[in-house]
């Protein structure tokens, strides 16, 4: 595009924790500029007032979400950040308006559509579906660039796929990991519950899903199609007394000898030109050296005959609104990392 | 009473935190026990799947408060931990099953009802008000000692009167004093609401109620009652990111020269015989010294012509449950801080 | 031992956050009491100076250890709360002096001389080493009963052994474990340092000690005795932002086909009679649900062809001075859980 | 100056949480760049060493500062960010080497050389403080745009005198004001320090410096010369437990009647020119709101014959490195916004 264009960004659904990231960053963004936030009757009003934070930074008003509304609006692309279900139900009319879509519900991240409405919900927009590609710009940047649709993927699969998939690929682990997950508390959004209120969640760590979370399908679908081996994954999250942050701890079966320096040879190859992901060496990966960045740090270790894989970053930036951003740069030509430091 | 007879307790609402404080330390009690637990009906069950850290200590179920199983039950006194409007709908039917009550909520508290009523809702029960005693030992141990009805204070009364009243008592402050409080989020209650979710608590101070809290009333008549002068408080409180504690910063106005010693000699000798006030010199109160106590500490400070009192207490022990069980002690003629440490 | 008569204890280092709550919760202890409390020459004083908390509760004050003065003393047990190196150089003139001991240091834990020193440094009281018992009561409380010297456990190694050790023992998973654990920051002791300083934990998440922690090798052999198999455990620490409580998610292979209602039950068994573990079902554990308390709670999972146990503790109590207790109840012929409510 | 030649910054002691921040904001910053930084002996190294953050981001290495490597540096500014009394002992030598000079100790702030050494220690560079400005852009913007030194000010007076100055100026309130504040704990730095501690600061709310503390002279200094009224400050800090922000509640006495919409109007017209002041009206202040920007929060109340004033700031930002930014565009002609959202 012309360096004098701007993209003009559709934020549908502004009201939650990443919404509001994606507003901060935006407008930092050289290159992009949001022309209008849309969301649910009973959420409109000025950002400011979901935000105080936004106030005198950004002057947007969250208007009510009308498909008819969306052609004349020009334009480019549609951050889509409403829960699964209703993305699906809004993403035909975006389409139709021309607009190319980020969507940031799982609804067009599993590709299987059985496989979706095994863990989700009958899926109402199976041509959406077929166009859809997976927003992990690390392993499928080629595809994102054109796509009409890109599913945002979760935080989870982001941190682990970034931390295992070198590995499995180069056929130096088992396609069979544990993925141990620690996320902080804004991951599970802004909608109260006795879960997530503060006395409940303060000084308080917990395993949570243990008997199956929505993410696992999600990453072992991931794992195998950017590995090419068919990958299964133990997920097991847990929730830690913090705002922000998530880092996995990957447990994973050698195959024959390996050192530790071989495998980090392995992520300094696979990441040399991936401008957010950081390999770590001495430094181990934690949350706070990610916080407020769109950076994934990873680090590797063996130990006991297993190998051990690091993996940390923001769950609200590459974890959602910074791969947001990172794939939108992708999809208008521009540089993967603009707007993002 | 003898000492082979244990005073038996009839919980009234145990599923608020301050509910689940009274439990645990009713437990470790060696002159009382509690024979029953009452609620609503949508918060009935065992103790321990409300509070997990409950379990095998103690075998609590929480059963349907129905009036006319009460006089059956054969208990001394009901710890009554519902909500203001609720707990004097209650009040009457305890009473006539002879049980002698220490309630948790603002129905008691203030004295003149067109007072309560201007804060609050109307009253219910004129009858119970008029006999009912301020629950705060250090000043009105006489009169809870025989009282049919027991007002248990509020954790801001509590910490603010405990800190002031002794120098307005002795003429040496003006009685129109600044209390600037701070309170963790356990004294909010156990209700998931967005104020107090984790995300919005977490790393965030704030005022809030500023323009009328409704402890305000109740310690203004509290201290004015005790020192004998019309006192009034400007009072502003404050939400700290951190599960209990409260801290109270008063401001006063030395009537005449006044010195830090001097004021300390005062403190000194009000709460000489008082076991839950610790007067502190040079070890400022601060809430992690008294948390998990029945303590409130206080120290003063002189300084740019003005006093400065601090006082500190963990708000759901001395500004709740472990007052309540200072309060039952005195009722029942046993050592006041029994099974208090 | 009669029942007018008190332990006498005698604490040897009370200045450490485990010390502060072995004195709190002996105060409580209806058949023990401290005669004194000794530390080293700069850390001498009143306890309630170290720990305000603890003014008015207790009266105690550290003095010069000086082993000439123990015997004149009259104790029956040593608290010794000393770090490693300085235990084993303490106990010589505490078994000299009459008394038994309890080492909370990891100085008696590793019964292998040579281990010990490959992970720690030169072993000066070989003789104090070759009575010592390991005192984890749910597996050893027999020779506790009568040990002259007891090493407390590890905070990590008694949440991974309660965890891991009947599965182990009845066959069912192989002796070949991964214990993923988190701690509180109260774990990492009193003494200040920038790792620990509190902009640099609050808001963050990370491993540490991964390339082999010293509770590694103790757990190891803590398993394979309690169990009859060589075990080897992959342990991997992580810091949490908060004060205190333990998790660890343990991953295991399972032996044949295991149902999660199978391994319930040998759970179940295994601890029927032990008083401070709780094998949960739904509820899963957290750190919250054991905060304060001397429990371990355990519950266990089947997924993916793994077993996943979960275990979680106070590491201030099961992990160090509530454990420490209950070894002292054991060894004076008390009830297990006497005072520990 | 040209647009396309960038502000040469030189940083002096870049290893502080607000020397952090100073770097990545500049990295961002349209219109300047960090050409150097320089540091003690003892903190040598890359930054993203000390910053992991940083890793990727930024390239820089803390060099030793030689005072006489300046000259052919070619810097336009240096941001002075050392310990009081070090600040003083270099500025001469950068002074000589051409640069101007933003210096965020408290070496140049109190232009009453007797009052510093009072508070401080005696003054070694009395010329430097001859010509240095106080760096509150509010209130001395003119000063500063030519000023060869400026006088970062301190956190607190910064809070403070942005909370109060409009109203004592207007003579609305008395010149006698109370300042409660409550900061998170980067403010105290990062040197280690059992006060800050993780588990002594988790779960605590503590005042600390009621005795006098520094920043007192300095922001009686500053509202007594913006408003030309001799202005007295009672100021108690606190400390919360959370890594940034500050929140300072203010109580004055009111001069005349006032109303809450009075003086409404007189801080939207003290700030409607100011960028970084948001004057609010129903949402209050809170740390939260301000986190991560160069905001400064305030908001007005009438009550109880008293003002109370709330004013809320990121300490690392508007209290420290943004503020400095600011400062460095005002020196430099630029927009005072520039790079600051």
């Known amino acids: 595009m012309s ?23 935006l407008e930092r963004h050289p290159q992009a500029e949001i022309i209008g936030v849309y969301g649910p009757e009973h959420e409109l009003g000025p950002m400011d007032e979901f935000y105080p934070l936004l106030n005198k930074q950004v002057n947007l008003v969250q208007e009510l979400f009308e498909p008819g509304k969306l052609a004349a609006l020009g334009g480019d692309v549609a ?6 279900k209703v993305a699906m139900s809004y993403a035909p009319a975006l389409r139709e308006a021309g607009l190319r879509i980020i969507d940031w519900s799982a609804d067009y991240r599993i590709s299987d559509q059985a496989l979706y409405e095994k863990w ?8 959406g579906l077929a166009t859809a590609v997976y927003g992990l710009p690390e392993y499928y940047a ?12 979760g935080c989870y699969p982001t941190c682990t796929v970034i931390g295992a998939a070198p590995l499995i690929k180069a056929g130096l682990i088992e396609p069979d990991i544990i993925s141990n997950a620690v996320t902080g508390i804004s991951g599970a959004g802004r909608t109260p519950n006795l879960k997530f209120h503060f006395p409940e969640r303060n000084e308080n760590f917990e395993p949570y899903g243990v008997d199956g979370h929505r993410h696992m399908p999600e990453m072992e679908q991931v794992l195998t199609d950017v590995t ?4 299964q994954v133990l997920f097991i999250p847990h929730l830690a007394p913090m705002d922000r942050g998530m880092l996995c701890s990957i447990y994973a079966t050698p195959i024959g000898d390996v050192t530790a320096e071989q495998l980090l040879d392995v992520y300094q190859a696979a990441y040399a030109d991936k401008p957010f992901v950081r390999v770590r060496e001495t430094i181990l990966p934690a949350t706070k050296y990610v ?3 769109n950076f994934c740090d990873v680090a590797v270790r063996v130990q006991k005959g297993k190998v051990i894989i690091f993996s940390a970053l923001d769950n609200l930036l ?18 993967e990392d603009m707007g993002l430091y």
Not at 3 to 25: F, H, P, T
Not at 120 to 127: F, G, K, Q
Not at 228 to 231: E, M, P, Q, V
């Open 120 to 127: 989700y919900v009958p899926h109402t927009d199976p041509e």
């Open 79 to 84: 951050m889509l950040c409403v829960p699964h």
């Open 228 to 231: 090419g081996k068919a990958t």
């Open 3 to 25: 360096s004098d264009k701007k993209i003009r960004v559709v934020l549908i659904g502004g009201s939650g924790y990443a919404g509001y990231e994606v507003i901060r960053w």
């Open 142 to 153: 080629d595809k994102i660039a054109n796509a009409p649709l890109v599913a945002n993927p």
């Open 318 to 335: 590459k974890g959602a609104s910074g791969q947001a951003i990172q794939n939108m740069n992708i999809m208008f030509g521009l540089p």
């Open 291 to 293: 916080s407020g960045t």
